[in-house]
């Protein structure tokens, strides 16, 4: 899987976006975001249209810009924003109705379960009213063999541990250790993994 930093062409606009700074409206980054926004949503349709798990695991690495290993599954319906900012590891499961944000990227590693209804936000506004329409960024890591539970929100700049679990309906504001349970609102540790 290629280093969730290796954008190729976007590279300064990932940089500008992950600088944590805001990133103003007016910055020309933001022409290049709203083309590439628009192909990923004509991408996003047709995916799920297709009626095809294999099709829309070729149509889901159109909108990542990158191949999409045969060993991982997505179910339709799927929406991204963006696409060029999310790399998937081997043997991922993404169920039903996930939305995904990712101008602040988004590292899915391998044999990992995402359920239906989850959303992964790694965009943000600032609170002055001033500056609102521009936006922060930061990236989500979901490691290896992690399972995220059904209508799971997860905000920017969170990392979720190895082999952790995150609870149905839980918004994860906080970074995730290796082998935890957590769940709630905002989620809290349930109780560890043992190994």
Not at 15 to 29: E, N, R, W
């Amino acid at each position: 899987m290629k280093n969730q930093f290796e954008y190729g062409e976007f590279q300064n606009v990932y940089k500008k976006l992950t600088s944590g700074t805001v990133l103003p409206i007016s910055d020309p980054a933001f022409t290049i975001i709203n083309k590439e926004c628009v192909q990923s949503l004509k991408w996003v349709a047709e995916l799920n249209n297709s009626g095809d798990i294999d099709l829309a695991r070729v149509i889901l690495g159109k909108i990542f810009n990158s191949p999409v290993d045969e060993s991982t599954t997505l179910f339709p319906p799927f929406t991204i924003n963006f696409g060029k900012f999310t790399r998937l590891g081997k043997h991922v499961f993404i169920n039903h109705g996930c939305s995904f944000l990712d101008l602040g990227g988004i590292t899915i590693e391998d044999h990992v379960l995402i359920g239906p209804q989850v959303k992964l936000v790694t965009e943000n506004h600032p609170t002055d009213p001033a500056t609102r329409r521009g936006m922060i960024a930061a990236p989500i890591l979901i490691r290896e063999n992690a399972w995220i539970g059904a209508g799971v929100t997860i905000l920017p700049g969170i990392t979720i541990g190895k082999n952790s679990i995150v609870a149905a309906g839980a918004v994860v504001s906080k970074d995730v250790p290796d082998n935890t349970i957590v769940g709630g609102i905002p989620a809290k540790t349930l109780k560890s993994i043992s190994q």
